[in-house]
């Protein structure tokens, strides 16, 4: 918004808005608007949106690249001052005992901010879909038709700890011809907004619209209500958080809604497997990250490899404080293993973790876990470790998940590791956009017809 003059009788730039001197001024941490200020300040950032949601679809695709370029220097540039503004968080956060894995999704590590760099610039290096025509078939009438990708417009982004969301998301705004309006939690408001100042700048280096990626600037919770409630501005709202925050937003908005409620992944160890590459993976699809939604909540193994698996893999988790939940046949096959060793219940099959905790189940085959896993599951994303190829197919045929994988770890469900440039998030849902969600799902398709004068009879 900075350095920019809104035009049109009804629309005022929301900084002006708010430094009128009969209405407190919002800062990150003064939520002092009342409803009715917020309301109007969410209206504010929806109309300056839809404005520049057209300057966006209007930009080429070289523009469009050169600021997400822009905006991968200017991140390697500021490493340190973001890390400054990072760390005033992750201080409020510890204060306030939030729980670990969020504070530690709060974190803007070096690698944090290298990662989402190369995710602007791999972004940038991508063909530009925004205009293809795919499909185009000519009529009996001698019309032909096909369909066009276009942006959708405006989104808005609702999310929970993590700041690298805030790149993640506006570089996918960017590349898609979109415009987002950015709502971050409350415990990363420094981070989000020193983020954000960095892809306006990025933007105005590039001579597109800054209102093109706006941060809501109040942490009052009244923001959220207003802005999943704006048809007239938002297309489409993405929530990513935890189970609270997207249920709150599925009920309650207006707008379409791209989703997922949790990460409960599995992996299913198969008769036949690899031993050793089954161990590797399965504790990487554990271990090597506890919070994100697709590291592994739970862990099946056939029963005609359980003997060699189980006691290799509970040595593993035992080193590393992996407490286990565990069946009656898993239970009695780690008895060995010096670790933490609980009774699974019914609503551990359903449970996401997020935590240095696994369940544990012992399954007769195939067809015992991919009915364990259509039931208990949340569809996000599920593994199989398997030699046995027909196995393997009906893995990917049956699994009712968004990403479905064989012989390699489900912490590679990811936008970046797909190759997206980044994810806006995952998608659970089954129309328009499913898993990760890139520039694609930040699309819509609309019908283009050719003709030469023709009229219907």
């Known amino acids: 918004?900075?350095?920019?003059?809104?035009?049109?009788?009804?629309?005022?730039?929301?900084?002006?808005?708010?430094?009128?001197?009969q209405r407190p001024k919002v800062t990150g941490d003064n939520?002092?608007?009342?409803?009715?200020?917020?309301?109007?300040?969410?209206?504010?950032?929806?109309?300056?949106?839809?404005?520049?949601?057209?300057?966006?679809?209007?930009?080429?695709?070289?523009?469009?690249?050169?600021?997400?370029?822009?905006?991968?220097?200017?991140?390697?540039?500021?490493?340190?001052?973001?890390?400054?503004?990072?760390a005033r968080d992750i201080e409020r956060a510890t204060a306030a005992r939030l729980a670990a894995p969020l504070v530690d999704r709060l974190k803007l590590t070096p690698k944090v901010l290298e990662t989402v760099a190369q995710g602007c610039e791999q972004l940038a290096a991508m063909p530009d879909v925004i205009g293809e025509i795919t499909g185009m078939k000519q009529q009996p009438s001698g019309i032909r038709v096909g369909q066009m990708r276009v942006p959708i417009g405006v989104f808005g982004m609702i999310y929970e700890s993590r700041p690298n969301v805030t790149i993640e998301a506006a570089s996918l705004s960017i590349k898609s011809?979109?415009?987002?309006?950015?709502?971050?939690?409350?415990?990363?408001?420094?981070?989000?907004?020193?983020?954000?100042?960095?892809?306006?700048?990025?933007?105005?280096?590039?001579?597109?619209?800054?209102?093109?990626?706006?941060?809501?600037?109040?942490?009052d919770r009244e923001a959220v209500g207003q802005l999943i409630a704006m048809p007239q501005y938002v297309d489409v709202i993405i929530p990513r958080g935890g189970k609270g925050l997207i249920e709150r937003i599925s009920r309650e908005a207006k707008v379409p809604v791209i989703k997922h409620l949790d990460g409960n992944c599995h992996v299913y160890v198969d008769d036949p497997c690899?031993?050793?590459?089954?161990?590797?993976?399965?504790?990487?699809?554990?271990?090597?990250?506890?919070?994100?939604?697709?590291?592994?909540?739970?862990?099946?193994?056939?029963?005609?490899?359980?003997?060699?698996?189980?006691?290799?893999?509970?040595?593993?988790?035992?080193?590393?404080?992996?407490?286990?939940?565990?069946?009656?046949?898993?239970?009695?096959?780690?008895?060995?293993?010096?670790?933490?060793?609980?009774?699974?219940?019914?609503?551990?099959?359903?449970?996401?973790?997020?935590?240095?905790?696994?369940?544990?189940?012992?399954?007769?085959?195939?067809?015992?876990?991919?009915a364990h896993i259509n039931h208990y599951s949340s569809h996000h994303t599920d593994a199989i470790l398997t030699?046995?190829?027909?196995?393997a197919q009906r893995f990917l045929r049956e699994v009712d998940s968004a990403s479905v994988m064989v012989n390699t770890s489900p912490r590679f469900a990811d936008g970046f590791e797909f190759g997206l440039g980044a994810e806006i998030g995952i998608s659970t849902d089954k129309f328009h956009a499913r898993g990760p969600v890139g520039i694609e799902g930040l699309t819509s398709l609309k019908w283009v017809v050719l003709g030469n004068g023709e009229v219907r009879s």
């Open 1 to 21: 918004m900075a350095g920019k003059r809104c035009t049109g009788s009804r629309l005022r730039c929301a900084a002006s808005a708010l430094r009128r001197p």
């Open 31 to 86: 939520c002092a608007m009342n409803a009715l200020n917020v309301a109007e300040y969410i209206q504010t950032l929806g109309m300056q949106a839809r404005q520049a949601s057209a300057a966006m679809a209007r930009a080429d695709a070289a523009t469009r690249n050169t600021a997400l370029r822009g905006l991968a220097r200017l991140l390697r540039a500021n490493v340190q001052s973001l890390q400054i503004d990072n």
């Open 177 to 219: 011809g979109n415009a987002c309006i950015l709502r971050g939690g409350s415990e990363a408001i420094d981070s989000n907004k020193a983020l954000a100042r960095l892809v306006q700048q990025a933007l105005a280096e590039a001579g597109l619209p800054t209102e093109a990626v706006q941060l809501v600037q109040t942490t």
């Open 274 to 370: 690899d031993i050793d590459m089954a161990v590797r993976v399965a504790d990487n699809a554990k271990t090597q990250k506890y919070s994100p939604c697709n590291a592994i909540e739970g862990l099946l193994v056939a029963r005609g490899v359980a003997n060699d698996f189980l006691p290799k893999i509970g040595a593993v988790f035992a080193a590393k404080g992996v407490e286990m939940r565990c069946d009656e046949a898993s239970k009695a096959l780690l008895q060995s293993v010096h670790g933490i060793i609980k009774d699974a219940t019914e609503q551990d099959w359903y449970e996401e973790y997020l935590a240095p905790v696994i369940s544990i189940k012992v399954v007769e085959g195939l067809d015992a876990a991919i």
């Open 387 to 391: 030699r046995d190829h027909m196995h």
